[in-house]
């Protein structure tokens, strides 16, 4: 079968509990980012909030984005590695019923990787992720048939954590752009751009062709102070680059477009969980299906604006999948 987008990432199971202010900064970790955890770390803290409800979902930052791609009607198929355990079974099952195409699990019984997603009152989520099993994506996992017969891939910064994740990140760059076949990247976080920036700059420079990212990741990746400078230096890297700038909406630039902005739609937010990756979702949806650049970035505000507001990572049921109902609906329409 063929796949209009291949995604490829950390699968993980999110684990998602509303809480205060007072227990993120307790806890000593960065308030709105990404934190690498032992499961041991999250038992415990769920322990301490035990009297919270938990809301349960598969998730991972590529897997969001693959997921918002199918509920929009978009053909995907998602590349990352769970355990034969009850996470597993349950990450399997929900790619499947969504339509996405997934390797399923692996025969390890135990180890599907799990995040710790704790929402604040402002709607800020702070994540603690145990990589677990995900964490042993390598090389030899990369379909190279899948990929050279797909519309697009689509890499998120998340697995340059891991040496083996990202030597699958490469794998799967690589046989993109040999058989013609565009590259879409996300630098998923501060803590990823800051921790391997030199790496990034190389990977992004030579292989990517569509770049994803939010203002804080484009400041930390350019060294720039300012979100116009930050933007600037980045579109002399790829092709077409997309922006997030929260409720300021995002910016939009290729080759046609020096830069073009697109305003947010307005939402009561309850949680930013899979903001970014549902920008991608529909953004890539847009592009794939033949949109020029400003309606794909729409569609993009649109597929953001509708996940945060619920909890978890996912498009919610109510929301429009019909791309003509959704770029009417746009306040500048």
């Not at 199971?13 to 806890?27: C, H, K, M, P, Y």
Request: with cysteine; glycine share 10%.
């Amino acid at each position: 079968m063929n796949y209009d987008l291949v995604g490829i990432g950390n699968a993980l199971v999110d684990i998602e509990v509303q809480v205060s202010e007072n227990l993120v900064r307790d806890l000593d970790i960065v308030k709105g980012g990404m934190t690498l955890s032992t499961k041991e770390d999250q038992d415990e803290i769920l322990k301490h909030i035990s009297n919270h409800s938990q809301k349960i979902v598969s998730g991972g930052s590529a897997a969001n984005t693959i997921h918002g791609f199918s509920a929009l009607g978009g053909k995907g198929y998602y590349l990352g590695r769970v355990a034969d355990d009850t996470f597993g079974k349950h990450y399997t099952d929900d790619m499947k019923d969504c339509g996405v195409g997934f390797p399923g699990p692996d025969s390890a019984t135990n180890g599907t990787g799990t995040c710790l997603i704790l929402v604040t009152p402002d709607s800020e989520r702070t994540m603690l992720t145990h990589l677990g099993i995900s964490s042993e994506l390598h090389p030899e996992n990369v379909d190279e048939t899948i990929i050279k017969e797909s519309k697009t891939v689509y890499i998120e910064g998340y697995l340059w954590t891991g040496e083996e994740t990202r030597a699958a990140a490469m794998k799967m760059a690589d046989t993109a752009r040999q058989a013609g076949v565009p590259v879409a990247f996300t630098l998923s976080d501060a803590f990823v751009v800051n921790t391997y920036k030199e790496s990034l700059v190389d990977f992004i420079r030579w292989k990517v062709d569509i770049l994803f990212c939010n203002n804080v990741e484009a400041r930390a990746m350019t060294n720039e102070d300012k979100d116009e400078e930050a933007f600037a230096k980045l579109k002399g890297m790829v092709d077409t680059l997309f922006m997030t700038r929260g409720v300021k909406g995002s910016w939009a630039a290729n080759s046609q477009h020096p830069k073009i902005h697109i305003d947010s739609f307005q939402v009561a937010a309850v949680d930013t969980t899979g903001a970014g990756d549902l920008y991608a979702a529909g953004s890539l949806l847009g592009l794939i299906h033949k949109h020029d650049l400003k309606e794909a970035a729409i569609l993009g505000s649109y597929c953001a604006a509708q996940v945060v507001t619920h909890l978890g990572g996912r498009m919610p049921a109510h929301s429009h999948t019909h791309v003509p109902t959704i770029l009417e609906l746009y306040p500048g329409a």
